[in-house]
């Protein structure tokens, strides 16, 4: 009678656990390396980074992949003017629902540094906004639209902030790109508005790696089967790294694309204690300009291995 | 379809809003039944049922997350089922009646009471599943919730069964703790 009632309380537990925990479509466990190729080609094509973030799912020890997560979205990018040499004109990115994705705007010029403007930006598609620390959408919808040049410094750095808020819970292509969102299950196409369509006026939020420092705190524990990466600083020349492949992804509240620094091979793990490793993330309480970082992974003992 | 694109069909009463929830839930609604049930047939039936329910249901519920309102109407729906299946095992029917007979001589414990404590139990069981660690919590929910199988959690996670069960192990440990810690005795 006591577990039975316990197992019915356990049923009422919040949402998001249940959300988290839930079985992945074992039909769609193959695609998971299609995720990588087509996150590879985009790298190598456009000599960029981009990044992504998954909520939940942790890599096999064997192959780096997915076991929680499954694709069910295809993000599209196009570049309206065609691009150049450096620029694929048309990324495809497949992600899951609980995931966002950010792809900053081609590279400028050879001395780009890094720091450089979005092209597309969609927020996890079915990802829950409770418990986030941030400035809520509602109360930035109060600020956000009041007018900048006739506020207060202190009025100003809250209107930005809540422009920012919304922003970035907001599914937006640049002025100058065509973005899609397409359900690959039922086909369903979503055409992105553009920038200045949802926010006239307001300035494009810009990759900015240089001005911020992350902390170990900033990413929380992260574990990489095994290893733990602790940021030892920010990276700014990230981006223009000409084809750095996705190596892996591990778990963590703000979860990444790890990038081995030179020569790393997709689908393989072959980081060691000591390795230095590139990572982008995202995630609900981080900014944009804490987008790249650099890490160094150190041995950490798994939650999964017994206790001594 | 988006959730809330489900949800307006509903809303609209249109029966397309079952055929998309059965499109896009179906196979998650299923095997949370089958663990419960393991019987394809009953299975069935309880997802039918569950989607009945979600039709009667909404409006006026606007359910934040479809999936896991209708996995929360499956699991109870698939549970009991499986209690009246065992109870008309043991008495042929007779039982479940004999023991609501003898509920009359139990000391009342009201409505409220039970109302009370069940939402202090969950908000300790939520309290406790937000300081475990997400891997730890996945494999806790996917057990007792979902009711998984250890084999099925360990292909998932891509661990060995006995990984998972020391996990689970440790993790009961803890939740009695905290039970006992927060006087509650179930």
């Not at chain 1, 197992?7 to 998971?32: F, V």
């Not at chain 1, 590139?278 to 609900?284: C, D, E, V």
């Not at chain 2, 089958?34 to 039936?45: G, K, S, T, V």
């Amino acid at each position: 009678m006591k577990t039975e009632r316990l197992l019915n309380q356990i049923g009422e537990i919040d949402d998001r656990y249940i959300a988290e925990a839930a079985p992945a479509a074992k039909k769609e466990a193959k695609p998971r390396r299609i995720r990588w190729a087509a996150a590879a080609a985009c790298l190598c094509l456009a000599g960029i980074g981009l990044f992504a973030a998954i909520r939940g799912g942790r890599p096999s020890k064997a192959e780096g992949s997915f076991p929680t997560t499954s694709i069910s979205y295809r993000v599209e990018l196009t570049s309206d003017s065609g691009g150049d040499e450096q620029w694929d004109p048309a990324h495809v990115q497949l992600i899951t629902a609980d995931q966002g994705i950010c792809l900053p705007a081609s590279p400028k010029s050879p001395d780009d540094t890094g720091a450089g403007e979005v092209s597309l930006y969609v927020p996890p598609i079915e990802a829950p906004t409770e418990g986030s620390d941030e400035m809520s959408v509602e109360e930035a919808e109060e600020y956000a639209y009041l007018d900048l040049d006739s506020a207060t410094e202190e009025m100003k750095e809250k209107i930005l902030e809540a422009r920012r808020t919304i922003i970035f819970h907001s599914r937006w292509v640049a002025d100058g790109y065509s973005g899609n969102i397409v359900n690959v299950i039922t086909g369903e196409v979503e055409p992105l508005p553009t920038f200045s369509e949802l926010f006239p006026g307001w300035d494009l939020p810009v990759y900015d790696t240089s001005q911020e420092h992350v902390t170990q705190d900033g990413l929380g524990v992260n574990c990489l089967y095994g290893l733990e990466l602790t940021v030892v600083q920010v990276a700014d020349d990230f981006l223009r790294g000409a084809a750095r492949k996705p190596m892996n992804r591990f778990d963590a509240d703000q979860i990444i694309t790890v990038y081995p620094p030179e020569n790393g091979s997709m689908n393989t793990l072959d980081v060691k204690a000591g390795d230095s490793v590139f990572i982008s993330y995202f995630g609900k309480n981080c900014s944009m300009s804490d987008s790249v970082i650099r890490a160094e992974a150190i041995e950490h003992t798994s939650p999964f291995d017994p206790e001594p | 379809m988006e959730d809330s694109q489900i949800i307006a069909l509903y809303w609209d009463r249109s029966e397309e809003a079952i055929s998309e929830t059965a499109g896009k839930y179906g196979k998650y609604c299923l095997a949370i039944a089958r663990n419960i049930l393991n019987n394809d047939e009953d299975a069935e039936e309880c997802v039918s049922d569950a989607y009945l329910r979600v039709w009667n249901a909404i409006p006026p519920m606007r359910p934040n997350r479809l999936q896991t309102y209708l996995g929360r109407i499956v699991r109870n729906l698939s549970l009991n089922k499986r209690e009246k299946a065992s109870a008309e095992k043991r008495g042929a029917g007779q039982i479940p009646l004999i023991l609501d007979e003898l509920e009359e001589c139990i000391p009342n414990e009201t409505r409220e009471d039970v109302v009370t404590e069940a939402i202090l139990i969950r908000d300790v069981l939520d309290r406790f599943l937000a300081a475990l660690p997400p891997d730890a919590r996945k494999i806790f929910v996917r057990r007792y919730w979902y009711m998984s199988s250890l084999k099925e959690i360990a292909e998932e996670y891509r661990i060995s069964e006995g990984t998972a069960a020391v996990s689970l192990l440790r993790t009961r440990r803890k939740l009695k703790s905290v039970l006992e810690k927060e006087g509650i005795h179930l």
